[in-house]
């Protein structure tokens, strides 16, 4: 069966990649806004209310208003921005979380993770789950992400040549340091977390990939547990999961010289979850596209759950 799919956004980051790696779908018909009219209200809503299913790329407030112009209650959605992720009236789409997968073939509405959110809650949930993190434990984390996650505007500063030079953007960038960032609801809600992780976002001068570092400290855990006992939750949780793979406890063969390489996993859908410690201290990093996964890979994955295709569908591993 052929589905009609549009995407409300398509000249975005994400929504360029959605469409790139829909157009080699045999079973979708991508429907075509001119771009000159892409942001007229009626026509958009046409496009809208034809599709089985939309994807919309766009900022909070647009997004709000696109789901505001859909009638059609055949009409399937994929948010990819930060609106609804915590509305209880949308699906999570993190399918690799227990029964998430389940709720996600069968809803109307999905909002895709945060790309930063996406590391942090496969990281914790399945140890909050087994009882080595408490709910309350005082997480934080920090992530380092390529500048593409910044948007078209924030690509644009970082693709200028002159205006890499004058801002110094050679260096890695930490912000939202006023703990305020977008994601923490969903970080908070989705990791089964009492409290806001205390989250430090770093942009550096790579275009894509993240590395999301979750250090744990032994004597804070009810149950004491051992980086090893760490690795196994997380490796029993994830076992036979395409997409996120927690690698081996002895990770020197994944390590550049012993260095972590974060973009190994672009232009995938892949997810790579590392624990690295001893009896007393713990790092659990995931890494990831903060494209694919983060992103695109994600959405996409969602689409094929609810329209019923194999999972993987358009998809790298």
């Not at 696109?66 to 699906?91: C, H, Y």
Request: proline share 4%; aromatic share 8%; net charge negative.
């Amino acid at each position: 069966m052929t589905y009609s799919v549009f995407i409300d956004g398509q000249e975005g980051t994400t929504g360029l990649r959605i469409y790139e790696d829909l157009s080699k779908h045999a079973d979708i018909n991508l429907l075509q806004i001119d771009s000159d009219k892409r942001k007229h209200t009626e026509e958009r809503s046409k496009f809208l209310n034809e599709a089985d299913l939309v994807f919309l790329c766009l900022p909070d407030a647009a997004a709000t208003e696109a789901v505001a112009l859909i009638k059609n209650e055949k009409t399937r959605i994929i948010n990819a921005s930060t609106a609804f992720r915590t509305d209880p009236d949308w699906v999570y789409g993190l399918p690799e979380l227990k029964q998430q997968r389940e709720q996600i073939r069968s809803a109307a509405k999905v909002s895709v993770p945060g790309c930063h959110a996406t590391g942090l809650i496969l990281a914790i949930r399945p140890l909050i789950e087994a009882g080595i993190v408490q709910q309350d434990y005082p997480v934080t984390c920090y992530s380092i992400t390529g500048y593409s996650g910044a948007g078209k505007s924030g690509i644009a500063e970082y693709e200028n040549p002159a205006i890499f030079a004058a801002k110094n953007l050679n260096a890695p960038r930490h912000y939202a340091l006023q703990l305020n960032h977008k994601h923490l609801p969903e970080m908070m809600m989705f990791a089964g977390l009492q409290y806001a992780p205390l989250f430090t976002p770093i942009k550096a001068s790579f275009a894509q990939g993240i590395a999301m570092s979750v250090p744990l400290v032994n004597r804070m855990l009810p149950k004491r547990a051992s980086a090893k006992d760490v690795h196994v939750a997380l490796a029993a949780y994830y076992e036979g999961e395409r997409f996120v793979h927690v690698m081996p406890y002895d990770s020197e063969a994944y390590l550049d010289e012993g260095e972590f390489l974060i973009t190994a996993c672009n232009h995938t859908n892949r997810l790579e979850i590392f624990v690295f410690g001893n009896d007393d201290q713990i790092n659990i990093i995931a890494r990831y596209d903060n494209l694919g996964k983060g992103a695109s890979g994600a959405a996409i994955q969602n689409m094929n759950l609810m329209l019923g295709f194999e999972e993987g569908n358009s998809l790298v591993g």
